[in-house]
């Protein structure tokens, strides 16, 4: 099994590393519905990375000591893209976080915290 401070390290390595292709050089995928993407996200960098890096300081420190997460965003596309992510990295079968997105904010409350609501 994964832990959260597992998965946050291999994160921050891929972010860290240099891409093949330059970002500016990609092409973006055509417009069909077999256009492949992981639970919805884009296929492109939206997010900065200096955002993704202080996304998941914070993050990982809530995962690890299972407390509440609130992540303030720049625009709607950040919020919507780091909205799937949390959902995505905090939602397991034995333990449900519940995700929201209100305006540019991302709130996630562990199973515990979230049933005393």
Known sequence: MTTA???IQNWVKIFNEKPE???DKLEPPPDS???QSY???STFQ???QDRLKKYWSV???CIEERKEFTF???NEDEADELTILTWTLVFQIDDQWEVY???LIITAFPPQIGEEK
């Open 5 to 7: 401070s597992l998965a």
């Open 39 to 41: 639970m919805g996200m």
């Open 46 to 48: 939206i997010i900065k």
């Open 59 to 61: 993050l990982g420190d």
């Open 72 to 74: 303030q965003c720049e």
């Open 21 to 23: 292709v330059s970002l």
């Open 33 to 35: 519905p077999t256009s």
């Open 101 to 103: 997105l209100d305006s």
